[in-house]
């Protein structure tokens, strides 16, 4: 039986409060032990059990912690994330990785000299939309890929140069936070395109970062992969629109897990990441003379798959899903990406 592991958790912000927290205390090989508040006992109103400190050296310092769970603004992963593998503790940072390429390559690095497990949040691989389309891609019944869309749309007109995520900084704007999420998933599924050109500019009044980008990223096979996302759509179009030659997927709206986890639930409460009928992605296609046209039933999302996973990574039982090399690659594309904005033309995909 795997045995449990104690998890630390530095920051009790959104992140932290709403997407790990109930996620990992949902998982029965870990077990939530610890939270990082500055101020406040907030998480131990909802985890009872939870012992709360105000630093994470605490949580360095403490043998009984197994793994440690990196939750800050992503200007500070690296920080953080350094310090944990250096005091020997196996770690998981939220998306994106870190800030630059260089901060992740280093992080990589002394994960592997320690023999420690490294990975990064990068739930939206168990999205139930992502998870569907997916298994409708590896199957071949779209035909081969020739064009699709992936698009995150919100209306959020205050821009707020308080908050880090707005201020105009290293690793801030929607690039870095929605972005990453769709670059993953195009090199889980596509893996790395050969090109990348980018238009990332900031539409609201006020705003100091980046809040809208419209992304293509090029393959070798003639798929040509748009990623799309502003904060100033009241009516945000399909978040997934596949081409190929045997038939079109097209999925509107999002996962129903971060709605749930917003409102205080968690994973294992009944109907967990099902979506209603009338969510469903449309399927239209031709595949060795059958025909099909309808709706096509969405795969139930799973985030706590991600930390299952990371549990079964660390007591020596799974292979770790999101690699950290992966997740490096990820930040790779928005550094490419921010270039080919910068210069204004179309930039060759590099390591």
Known sequence: MDRVINVGLIGYGF??????????????????????????????????????????????ADPSIGLIVVTTPSTDHYSFAKAALLAGKHVVVEKPF???????????????????????????RWDGDFLTLSQVVRKGVLGRLTDAEF???????????????????????????????FLDQALSLFGTPLQINADIRAIRDGAKSDDAFDVTLTY?????????SMLLARQPGPRYTLHGTSGTFVKYGEDPQEGALKAGLSPGNPGWGA?????????EAELDGLRFSGRIQTI????????????????????LAV?????????RLIELGLQSAREQRTVEVTP
């Open 15 to 60: 992140a932290g409060r709403t997407f790990h927290a109930p996620v990992i205390a949902s998982v029965p090989e870990l077990k939530l032990a610890a939270v990082v508040q500055r101020s406040g006992d907030g998480a131990r109103e909802r985890y009872p059990w939870v012992r709360i400190v105000r630093d994470a050296e605490s949580l360095y």
């Open 98 to 124: 870190t800030a630059t390429v260089g901060e992740a390559d280093e992080l990589i690095g002394l994960a592997r000299e320690k023999g420690l497990v490294l990975s990064v949040f990068h739930n939206r």
């Open 275 to 283: 979506e209603p009928e009338e969510s469903w992605a449309t399927l």
């Open 323 to 331: 690699k950290p090399e992966e997740a490096r690659m990820a930040v």
């Open 220 to 228: 070798g096979n003639g798929l040509r992969l748009a990623l799309r």
């Open 151 to 181: 698009r995150w749309e919100r209306f959020s007109p205050n821009a707020n140069p308080e908050r880090w995520r707005d201020s105009g900084g290293p690793g801030t704007g929607v690039f870095y936070d929605l972005g990453v999420h």
């Open 300 to 319: 139930p999302g799973s985030y706590q798959s991600y930390y299952c996973n990371v549990a079964g990574a660390i007591n020596g039982t799974a292979e």
